[in-house]
């Protein structure tokens, strides 16, 4: 074994000289991934950011200790953020992806030819970097030059815009540190001024099983800027609980187009799951309408 455990961080250990991942930022619950290998490890101003090889996902992208993407299950999560309002807006031209330094989500919307521009805000270049550079598994190694790489905080962009975009996606990490504000109210009332009269934002809304306090916030309060709110789920496998929470807005009836138009290599979305993305198990209808 090339590592010594005073190097790692303390969410990786060895143990009975195997690489051992925990994820521990929740009070009652711990997941361990066993590692084949750290691919790289390097803290940055904002997080430590590091690409693990483990045994059953493949590389992963971990940040602070928390995985965020695999190789294995990390087109479920990206094709399901980027082609469902993708496809509820047939007619966009400008995107705004906010987050999503994995570029997994950038590489999803450059598969639709009608896109004339993609920007994506990340407030962590060392995280596009890794991920360029050791998990192309995810990022597909993007070089379209219709995406335009922006290093600044997302919160702050939006401020600055107005009227600009067809849809926003935000794809961050969970609520804490840089990303928290990426919950807030505030922040989506920006993110509506941001958009085009016509647009449309989707978020990550967490774990419906874990996380119902924060989804349902975070569909009230979208539901309180836009006039039209709707929740879809995704099994994600190394997202705790498996069941993932996404929440649309938009100032226009969601409706899905006749003639569905997905890019033919994906690995997750078809016709299929788009016609019944927002079918909700009961739980979670009930939970809704509250
Ligand atoms: N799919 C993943 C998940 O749900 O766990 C997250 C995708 S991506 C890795 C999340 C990205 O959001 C991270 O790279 C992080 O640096 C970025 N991020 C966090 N806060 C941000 C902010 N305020 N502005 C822009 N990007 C932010």
């Known amino acids: 074994m090339k590592h010594v455990q005073d190097t790692l961080p303390p969410y990786v250990k060895i143990e009975n000289g195997e690489l051992w991942l925990t994820e521990d930022d929740r009070e009652n619950l711990k997941i361990s991934y066993r590692i084949k290998d750290i691919i790289f490890s390097e803290p940055s101003e904002f997080q430590h950011v590091m690409i693990l090889d483990s045994y059953d996902f493949g590389r992963m992208l971990v940040l602070d200790g928390v995985v965020q993407t695999t190789s294995i299950d990390g087109h479920i999560y990206n094709e399901m953020i980027s082609h469902i309002p993708l496809q ?32 994506m805000v990340e407030i962590d270049e060392k995280v596009v970097q890794a991920c360029k550079a050791h998990l192309q598994e995810v990022s597909g190694n993007l070089s379209d030059p219709r995406v335009k790489f922006i290093y600044d905080d997302g919160v702050a962009f939006v401020k600055e815009h107005e009227n600009e975009y067809d849809v926003i996606i935000i794809d961050s990490s969970d609520p804490v540190g840089p990303a928290e504000a990426l919950f807030s109210r505030d922040f989506y009332a920006n993110v509506r001024r941001a958009l085009k009269d016509d647009g449309l934002m989707v978020c990550q809304s967490q774990s419906p099983i874990f996380h119902l306090d924060i989804l349902r ?41 006749e003639k ?3 890019p033919a290599d994906t690995k997750y979305v078809n016709e299929g799951i788009l016609k019944q993305c927002f079918e909700l198990p009961q739980f979670l209808k009930t939970a809704l309408e509250k």
């Open 88 to 119: 509820l807006h047939p007619a966009a031209k400008k995107v705004l992806i906010i987050g999503g330094g994995d570029c997994g989500a950038a590489r999803e919307a450059a598969k639709y030819p009608h896109l004339e521009e993609i920007h």
């Open 217 to 257: 916030r975070t569909y009230n309060n979208i539901g309180e800027l836009f006039p039209h709110v709707k929740v879809y789920t995704a099994t994600v496998p190394t997202y705790p609980g498996g069941l993932w929470s996404f929440t649309i807005g938009s100032t226009k009836p969601l409706a899905l187009p």
């Open 260 to 262: 569905a138009t997905i």
